[in-house]
Structure formats: structure tokens, C-alpha cells
């Protein structure tokens, strides 16, 4: 019965690369080159070489061809913005992503900005949040991207309900806000974007049909604050210590499943919920770029 109400991002994901991986063997068939994504690492920051990793091999499964490019942490802003400029002007390249944080010394918005609009399948640059603001074609951030996907494909009826995020970040929190009170089928949502200055989270979140969590704090939202038959969806990946586990951490979301799942409708655990999705709206977006390149 409980198992009912788990949003499987992984087997989701599955499907829906198999679903890729078919579109490029016909493109492939047809004489076409298959899409190509670039992935550049700066540094050696764990959680970022594990997602790159992650990109890349999930490049491998849908069969794109893909260019992991790492440079040192010192690296220079005007020498990043030098090779961001030489992705631009690459055709064989149809989309490319700066893996982020960058190193502080490097403006992550200057960065962002330099980016190619129609290479930007990350869905950051200004050009495609205002478009995706306006119900323009653009490309979506592959994280609000999945979610979607998953409201979708688990058939939940959004319209009219109330939906309360959790965080206002320019990848998560913003842009999701922006889609689930949009005129789309999965949208026209009341929407509530609390952040670190909301003066009562739990008693907002207590109010929704459907809470999307995305601050980066461990089991913030527990069980108390969650409506009978919620929607509960988890975007965190905390690393927590845990000295039983062989990797000295494990993986912990910002929702404690344990108290909401008695109460919500449905929920997407930590790991193999919202991650996985990420992965595979990135290349569902490097598809249309090679689409429309
Ligand atoms: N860092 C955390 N999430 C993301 C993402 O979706 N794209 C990039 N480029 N960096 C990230």
C-alpha cells in the first residue's frame, strides 16, 4: 500500500532515456550525427565530479557523444570565457553546461552569460528563463524540468491546487515557481515561494497540495507539516556523516520520508526520486538542441 505512493525518478528515467536512446538510433539510421554534450568541471569538488560523471555516462545510454573537459580550480575567469566562446563557435558541439559552484574568484553569472542561448541546455542563461517566463519554446533547468515530468507521468492534477516551494534558488526554487503557476498542464498552481526570510514555513507548507522541497538542509520538512494526501517532492542531496557506510557519508534529502509518508498522497525518495530525473532532462534537452541545430 505505502509502495503506491513512491514516485520512482529512477525507473522513470529509465524509461524515458530508452525512450531517447530510440529517437537517436532512427536519427542515427537516417544518416544523422548523433546529439553531442559537452560538461565542463572546474576543480575537484566531490559532489559536482559525481554528477558530471553521472551526465556522462547517462550520454553513453542514450548513445549522444559526449566531451568531459576539467581544468585546474585556479583556472582564470578570462580563460574560462575564452573556452566557453570556443563551445559557442564549435558545431560539433550542440549543447554544452559549466558545472556549478564555480570557484569563487569566477563570476558565475558572467559565465552563465556567455553562453550560447541555443547551446545553454542547462536552461540558465537570462534569454531562456524570460522565454520560459513568457510560455516561450526554450530550454527548461533540467532539475524543475524533471519534476514536471514526474507530476506528468504520475498523472497529478495540478491545476487549481495550491503548491508551496521550498527555497528560491535561480536553478530549483525560481524557475519551478514560474512553471506551476504557468496556463500548462502541469501548472496553473496558487504558488507560494518561501525562502530564508518567510516568517513561517511549516505553517505555509502546512497548507499545500503539493511541496517542493529545495533548500539543501537535511529532513527539514517532517511529517507535522504536511497536509493529508500531499504531494511531497524532494530535490535535496545532502551528504551526511556516516561512519557505518563504506563512502564515510550517506545520501540524505530535505524531507524526512519517514514522518510525511504516512501522510502525503505521494513522494519522491532520496536517492532515486528527483536525482535521476536531473540527469535525464538534461538530455532530453541536449536532444532539442541537436534538433534545432
Ligand atoms: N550544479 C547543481 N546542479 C546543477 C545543474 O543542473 N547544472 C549545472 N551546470 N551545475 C549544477
Given at each position: 500500500?505505502?509502495q503506491n505512493?513512491?514516485?520512482?525518478g529512477?525507473?522513470l528515467s529509465?524509461k524515458?532515456?530508452?525512450?531517447?536512446?530510440?529517437?537517436?538510433?532512427q536519427m542515427k539510421a537516417k544518416?544523422?550525427?548523433?546529439?553531442?554534450l559537452?560538461?565542463v568541471?572546474?576543480?575537484s569538488?566531490p559532489?559536482?565530479?559525481?554528477?558530471?560523471r553521472?551526465?556522462?555516462k547517462?550520454?553513453e545510454e542514450?548513445?549522444f557523444?559526449?566531451s568531459l573537459?576539467e581544468k585546474?580550480?585556479?583556472?582564470?575567469?578570462?580563460e574560462?570565457?575564452?573556452?566557453?566562446?570556443e563551445l559557442?563557435?564549435?558545431e560539433r558541439?550542440?549543447?554544452?553546461i559549466?558545472?556549478?559552484p564555480?570557484?569563487?574568484h569566477i563570476?558565475?553569472?558572467?559565465?552563465?552569460?556567455?553562453?550560447?542561448p541555443s547551446?545553454?541546455?542547462d536552461?540558465?542563461?537570462p534569454?531562456?528563463?524570460?522565454?520560459?517566463s513568457?510560455g516561450l519554446?526554450s530550454?527548461?533547468?533540467?532539475?524543475?524540468?524533471?519534476i514536471v515530468?514526474?507530476?506528468?507521468?504520475y498523472?497529478?492534477e495540478?491545476?487549481?491546487k495550491?503548491?508551496?516551494?521550498?527555497?528560491r534558488?535561480?536553478?530549483?526554487?525560481?524557475?519551478?515557481?514560474?512553471?506551476?503557476?504557468?496556463k500548462?498542464k502541469i501548472?496553473?498552481?496558487?504558488v507560494?515561494l518561501t525562502?530564508?526570510?518567510t516568517?513561517?514555513?511549516?505553517?505555509e507548507?502546512?497548507?499545500?497540495?503539493?511541496?517542493i522541497?529545495?533548500?539543501?538542509?537535511?529532513?527539514f520538512v517532517?511529517g507535522?507539516?504536511?497536509?493529508?494526501g500531499?504531494?511531497?517532492?524532494d530535490v535535496?542531496?545532502?551528504?551526511v556523516?556516516?561512519?557505518s557506510?563504506k563512502r564515510?557519508?550517506?545520501?540524505?534529502?530535505d524531507?524526512?520520508f519517514?514522518?510525511?509518508?504516512?501522510?502525503c498522497?505521494?513522494i519522491t525518495?532520496?536517492?532515486?526520486?528527483v536525482?535521476p530525473m536531473?540527469?535525464?532532462s538534461?538530455?532530453?534537452?541536449t536532444?532539442?538542441a541537436?534538433k534545432f541545430?
Amino acid at each position: 500500500m505505502e509502495q503506491n505512493k513512491l514516485i520512482d525518478g529512477k525507473a522513470l528515467s529509465k524509461k524515458i532515456k530508452a525512450e531517447i536512446a530510440q529517437e537517436v538510433d532512427q536519427m542515427k539510421a537516417k544518416g544523422f550525427r548523433a546529439p553531442h554534450l559537452a560538461a565542463v568541471l572546474i576543480g575537484s569538488n566531490p559532489a559536482s565530479m559525481s554528477y558530471v560523471r553521472s551526465k556522462v555516462k547517462s550520454c553513453e545510454e542514450v548513445g549522444f557523444t559526449s566531451s568531459l573537459i576539467e581544468k585546474e580550480k585556479e583556472i582564470t575567469e578570462s580563460e574560462l570565457l575564452t573556452l566557453v566562446e570556443e563551445l559557442n563557435n564549435d558545431e560539433r558541439i550542440d549543447g554544452f553546461i559549466v558545472q556549478l559552484p564555480l570557484p569563487s574568484h569566477i563570476d558565475e553569472m558572467k559565465v552563465t552569460m556567455a553562453i550560447d542561448p541555443s547551446k545553454d541546455v542547462d536552461g540558465f542563461h537570462p534569454v531562456n528563463l524570460g522565454k520560459m517566463s513568457l510560455g516561450l519554446d526554450s530550454f527548461v533547468p533540467a532539475t524543475p524540468y524533471g519534476i514536471v515530468q514526474m507530476l506528468d507521468r504520475y498523472g497529478v492534477e495540478t491545476s487549481g491546487k495550491h503548491c508551496v516551494i521550498i527555497g528560491r534558488s535561480n536553478i530549483v526554487g525560481t524557475p519551478m515557481s514560474i512553471l506551476m503557476s504557468r496556463k500548462t498542464k502541469i501548472g496553473n498552481c496558487t504558488v507560494t515561494l518561501t525562502h530564508s526570510r518567510t516568517k513561517n514555513i511549516a505553517e505555509e507548507v502546512r497548507r499545500a497540495d503539493i511541496v517542493i522541497a529545495a533548500i539543501g538542509f537535511p529532513n527539514f520538512v517532517n511529517g507535522d507539516m504536511i497536509k493529508d494526501g500531499a504531494v511531497v517532492i524532494d530535490v535535496g542531496i545532502n551528504r551526511v556523516e556516516d561512519e557505518s557506510s563504506k563512502r564515510g557519508y550517506r545520501l540524505v534529502g530535505d524531507v524526512d520520508f519517514e514522518s510525511c509518508l504516512p501522510k502525503c498522497s505521494l513522494i519522491t525518495p532520496v536517492p532515486g526520486g528527483v536525482g535521476p530525473m536531473t540527469v535525464c532532462s538534461l538530455m532530453l534537452n541536449t536532444l532539442k538542441a541537436r534538433k534545432f541545430s
